[in-house]
């Protein structure tokens, strides 16, 4: 289903928590293309304080605002990047997949 995003003020990004920003930034990914690309019957049917489309001249902009203002957010490594720094630093995997020690012999 098509997205519709109302607009923020770029301005008001700053205050929104990492979570919220990244939301919006999905929402505007799920835009449509165009109207023309679109399977809209009734174009005069559609809200125009929305943003629907991406070559709606209101979504670029906001889209390069929220993908700033995610970029000078901290980083949180995914679970391949940490278990990539694990395998780097010579620590044991955690979870399924990893290597077991070897079982001791009693004498």
């Not at 001249?57 to 390069?64: A, I, V």
């Amino acid at each position: 289903m098509a997205s519709l995003v109302r607009p923020v003020a770029t301005r008001d990004l700053d205050g929104w928590p990492t979570k919220r920003l990244l939301a919006l930034r999905t929402r505007l990914l799920r835009c449509e293309a165009s109207l023309e690309e679109s399977d809209v019957q009734d174009a005069s049917e559609l809200d125009p304080a929305l943003i629907r489309f991406k070559d709606d001249p209101r979504w670029r902009p906001l889209y390069d605002a929220v993908i700033a203002r995610l970029d000078e957010r901290e980083h949180v490594p995914s679970g391949a990047e940490r278990a990539e720094q694990r395998r780097r630093r010579g620590s044991p995997t955690r979870g399924r997949g990893g290597e077991r020690p070897a079982k001791r012999r009693r004498s």
